[in-house]
């Protein structure tokens, strides 16, 4: 039973019908040759395996912001948040948590705490991993106030090949830490705006678990540090 549950994850809704059409098409591909068949498989149990949506355990901690993917933290820099959530337009850091096509895809909530906003805007689609990605891909933000009245942006944002970003929640609704806010299709990215003063306890490169992983503690006390750095 822990071998399957380590292999075997459950699968989100939202990929039911993307794992059929890939098994449908696998079985006109044997209907052609064995071979495709079989890439047809492989194929198959990719889409899968890119839908699955395991459990995650939230810290037992309100003090802090976890990661909202999985992947790796591809930038940390200073940024204005996006214009369409009406913040003041002061820069933030940004933690930016790049997800390839073969990471888990479904967006967990970094904090508890009410959504105050909700923000599509339609955009292009460059690789998700490029700075230019923020400003200009296909992105869905929200704002989530906190219980201490400090505002955390979240944006999804669309990559190369990710054609449609999903948000479950709607302005108003409350959200848990790690809950599941959303989802993007085939590869994209994640940023968060950290509150002013909060600074990053991560870095670039470092493997993201959405949901568990802590990228700043909201109680550190500040330094000159460059978040960069």
């Not at 696998?26 to 149990?45: P, Q």
């Not at 999985?70 to 940004?94: F, K, N, Q, Y």
């Not at 992105?139 to 944002?157: K, P």
Request: proline share 7%.
């Amino acid at each position: 039973m822990n071998m399957m549950s380590t292999f075997v994850k459950p699968m989100h809704p939202e990929g039911r019908k993307f794992v059929a059409i890939f098994a449908a098409i696998t079985l006109a591909l044997f209907l052609i040759e064995d071979v495709l068949g079989w890439i047809g498989v492989g194929l198959t149990v990719w889409c899968y395996y890119f839908f699955r949506d395991p459990e995650r355990v939230a810290p037992a901690r309100d003090d802090v912001i976890v990661s909202p993917a999985d992947g790796i933290v591809s930038l940390i820099e200073p940024a204005v948040p996006p214009a369409e959530l009406g913040l003041p337009d002061t820069p933030l850091t940004r933690v930016s948590v790049f997800m390839s096509v073969f990471n888990c895809h479904v967006n967990r909530a970094p904090v508890a705490g009410e959504v105050t906003a909700i923000a599509y805007r339609p955009g292009k689609f460059f690789n998700a991993s490029l700075d230019k990605a923020s400003a200009d891909n296909e992105r869905n933000s929200l704002v989530i106030r906190m219980a201490n009245q400090q505002d955390l942006a979240v944006v999804q944002i669309a990559g190369l090949v990710a054609r449609r970003i999903v948000c479950f929640v709607n302005r108003g609704d409350r959200v848990d830490m790690s809950q599941r806010f959303g989802l993007i299709r085939f590869g994209s990215r994640l940023d968060v705006y950290l509150p002013e003063g909060i600074e990053p306890q991560v870095r670039v490169g470092q493997t993201m678990v959405a949901g568990e992983t802590v990228i700043a503690n909201l109680d550190a006390p500040k330094t000159d540090h460059d978040a960069n750095t």
